[in-house]
């Protein structure tokens, strides 16, 4: 984020002789009385405070979390879903985001509300084409996106840094250094933000361009691999997709079954889902803008699939359609993922949208300063109609490789994801009350460094659990796909 303002030293007092808390000068009067309601905060959620994690006796089982949202999954991939948990406390807390919010709801949280991702672990960042085509780092993930105390997004983040730093075999010390780099990273770009031009705040985003030129001081292998998974995203358009996903058939185009990932939905399950979809893409386009409709019109309709993806989202629906335009070459891929209430409505309220496909649009948009276009809300029709959500499949979408990080690597990722999600938050949140809540020195780093720590505690014993209920045959495991 640029610097709206300029830096003095620490304690230094502004032009008006007022002493400056964050270091900068020339604050409006607006800006320096919010800052000063956000450091009020403290009085009843002290900074100290959000280090603190211990389940009480009354805590919900872990694995009966999981149960309760397997009951409106569907019912053969549950096994998958579990299958992919498993693998190891990382995997497990992707997949746990559940169980998180209902500890989050039992911690001391503060007034400050923003539009939170409600999933914000650090495999849900990554890289995606911008309306422009240029690659914008942000968040990429908005299942579970809901107004609510911004802090519970941030010890998220925290936490899943030190678990999958476990993961790698990393050090305690190690371990720590990435979650208390995420944290600074938030707090120091929201304390830019509050100086900021709330426009500016509005069109500021993470262009991977500008990542690399400030890359400086990276090692040649950081920015070799950050170079190489950039080229991969690129690849991963709608044209790319068509060799990996379709084959000819009879002069045309059908979508390759890949059992059990991706698989034709059998006609018993959902009767004429032909239809089904033709009826859903025409509810699909009314929520789109008319310049997004005219485009859409250019494409037909060609086939359809169930696919299976991600780790959490397994069992909830999600298919894939192919529409063609009148090239061979010219291929849209489009994905459709059912959304179900945000795991953060049962202590954050339910929001403003009822139908939950919109929820996740409309927060995705808020959040991200640049969005897929084709981004787009239905409700399904027939036996088992759902509500869902519409985005491209893969337009330039990327993630970085998490596993086998260096531990240097992985603290710098932690500062990227840090910056992106404090963005993402001063779009919908008060950017002043949050940076004078926060404070100018690392007191709260410091203290969400002992939460994460804490909680990827909670996480290896809540994973331990769930290896148990496997074992002893709670729930059903289908490994390895």
Same mark, same amino acid.
């Given at each position: 984020?640029?610097?709206?303002?300029?830096?003095?030293?620490?304690?230094?007092?502004?032009?008006?002789?007022?002493?400056?808390?964050?270091?900068?000068?020339?604050?409006?009067?607006?800006?320096?009385?919010?800052?000063?309601?956000?450091?009020?905060?403290?009085?009843?959620?002290?900074?100290?405070?959000?280090?603190?994690?211990?389940?009480?006796?009354?805590?919900?089982?872990?694995?009966?979390?999981?149960?309760?949202?397997?009951?409106?999954?569907?019912?053969?991939?549950?096994?998958?879903?579990?299958?992919?948990?498993?693998?190891?406390?990382?995997?497990?807390?992707?997949?746990?985001?559940?169980?998180?919010?209902?500890?989050?709801?039992?911690?001391?949280?503060?007034?400050?509300?923003?539009?939170?991702?409600?999933?914000?672990?650090?495999?849900?960042?990554?890289?995606?084409?911008?309306?422009?085509?240029?690659?914008?780092?942000?968040?990429?993930?908005?299942?579970?996106?809901?107004?609510?105390?911004?802090?519970?997004?941030?010890?998220?983040?925290?936490?899943?840094?030190?678990?999958?730093?476990?993961?790698?075999?990393?050090?305690?010390?190690?371990?720590?250094?990435?979650?208390?780099?995420?944290?600074?990273?938030?707090?120091?770009?929201?304390?830019?933000?509050?100086?900021?031009?709330?426009?500016?705040?509005?069109?500021?985003?993470?262009?991977?361009?500008?990542?690399?030129?400030?890359?400086?001081?990276?090692?040649?292998?950081?920015?070799?691999?950050?170079?190489?998974?950039?080229?991969?995203?690129?690849?991963?358009?709608?044209?790319?997709?068509?060799?990996?996903?379709?084959?000819?058939?009879?002069?045309?185009?059908?979508?390759?079954?890949?059992?059990? /990932? $991706?698989?034709?939905? #059998?006609? !018993?399950?959902?009767?004429?889902?032909?239809? &089904?979809?033709?009826?859903? @893409? *025409?509810?699909?386009?009314?929520?789109?803008?008319?310049?997004?409709?005219?485009?859409?019109?250019?494409?037909?309709?060609?086939?359809?699939?169930?696919?299976?993806?991600?780790?959490?989202?397994?069992?909830?629906?999600?298919?894939?359609?192919?529409?063609?335009?009148?090239?061979?070459?010219?291929?849209?891929?489009?994905?459709?993922?059912?959304?179900?209430?945000?795991?953060?409505?049962?202590?954050?309220?339910?929001?403003?949208?009822?139908?939950?496909?919109?929820?996740?649009?409309?927060?995705?948009?808020?959040?991200?300063?640049?969005?897929?276009?084709?981004?787009?809300?239905?409700?399904?029709?027939?036996?088992?109609?759902?509500?869902?959500?519409?985005?491209?499949?893969?337009?330039?979408?990327?993630?970085? /490789? $998490?596993?086998?990080? #260096?531990? !240097?690597?992985?603290?710098?990722?932690?500062? &990227?994801?840090?910056?992106? @999600? *404090?963005?993402?938050?001063?779009?919908?949140?008060?950017?002043?009350?949050?940076?004078?809540?926060?404070?100018?020195?690392?007191?709260?780093?410091?203290?969400?460094?002992?939460?994460?720590?804490?909680?990827?505690?909670?996480?290896?014993?809540?994973?331990?659990?769930?290896?148990?209920?496997?074992?002893?045959?709670?729930?059903?495991?289908?490994?390895?796909?």
């Amino acid at each position: 984020m640029a610097k709206a303002a300029v830096k003095s030293k620490k304690g230094a007092k502004s032009a008006n002789g007022k002493k400056d808390h964050r270091g900068l000068l020339d604050l409006p009067k607006a800006v320096e009385t919010r800052m000063a309601e956000g450091r009020a905060e403290r009085e009843s959620v002290p900074l100290e405070a959000h280090g603190d994690w211990a389940p009480s006796d009354a805590r919900p089982d872990s694995v009966g979390i999981l149960e309760k949202q397997n009951a409106t999954r569907v019912p053969e991939l549950v096994p998958i879903r579990h299958g992919r948990m498993i693998v190891s406390p990382f995997t497990f807390y992707r997949g746990g985001a559940a169980i998180m919010a209902s500890d989050l709801a039992q911690t001391r949280s503060t007034g400050l509300r923003v539009q939170c991702c409600g999933d914000a672990h650090l495999s849900n960042f990554g890289v995606f084409a911008a309306p422009d085509r240029r690659l914008v780092f942000d968040l990429n993930d908005f299942d579970e996106t809901l107004r609510a105390p911004f802090e519970w997004d941030v010890k998220r983040l925290v936490a899943s840094f030190v678990v999958a730093a476990r993961d790698n075999g990393n050090r305690g010390k190690e371990q720590r250094a990435a979650a208390r780099a995420a944290a600074a990273a938030y707090r120091t770009t929201m304390s830019e933000a509050a100086a900021m031009r709330f426009l500016d705040v509005w069109y500021t985003r993470g262009d991977t361009e500008d990542l690399l030129n400030g890359a400086g001081g990276e090692d040649k292998a950081t920015i070799k691999a950050a170079q190489k998974n950039l080229a991969k995203a690129r690849a991963r358009t709608s044209l790319g997709s068509l060799s990996k996903f379709a084959e000819r058939i009879d002069g045309g185009y059908r979508i390759k079954e890949q059992p059990p /990932v $991706i698989v034709r939905p #059998p006609a !018993a399950m959902y009767g004429d889902f032909e239809q &089904i979809v033709r009826q859903g @893409l *025409a509810d699909y386009a009314r929520s789109l803008s008319p310049d997004r409709r005219l485009v859409l019109d250019h494409y037909h309709y060609v086939d359809f699939a169930r696919k299976v993806v991600g780790v959490g989202s397994v069992g909830t629906e999600a298919f894939m359609i192919l529409l063609m335009g009148d090239r061979d070459d010219d291929p849209l891929f489009l994905q459709v993922k059912e959304a179900e209430t945000s795991v953060l409505a049962p202590y954050a309220g339910g929001g403003a949208y009822e139908q939950q496909g919109e929820r996740v649009v409309q927060g995705q948009r808020i959040m991200q300063a640049a969005s897929d276009p084709f981004l787009g809300w239905a409700t399904g029709t027939g036996a088992r109609a759902r509500e869902v959500y519409v985005r491209q499949l893969r337009d330039m979408k990327g993630s970085a /490789v $998490i596993e086998g990080m #260096p531990p !240097a690597r992985l603290a710098r990722y932690g500062e &990227i994801c840090g910056v992106a @999600l *404090a963005h993402a938050h001063a779009r919908s949140g008060d950017a002043a009350k949050i940076a004078g809540y926060l404070g100018d020195d690392d007191t709260f780093d410091r203290a969400l460094e002992r939460f994460a720590v804490a909680y990827a505690d909670q996480n290896d014993a809540d994973y331990a659990e769930f290896s148990d209920a496997a074992d002893e045959g709670r729930i059903p495991i289908e490994r390895g796909v």
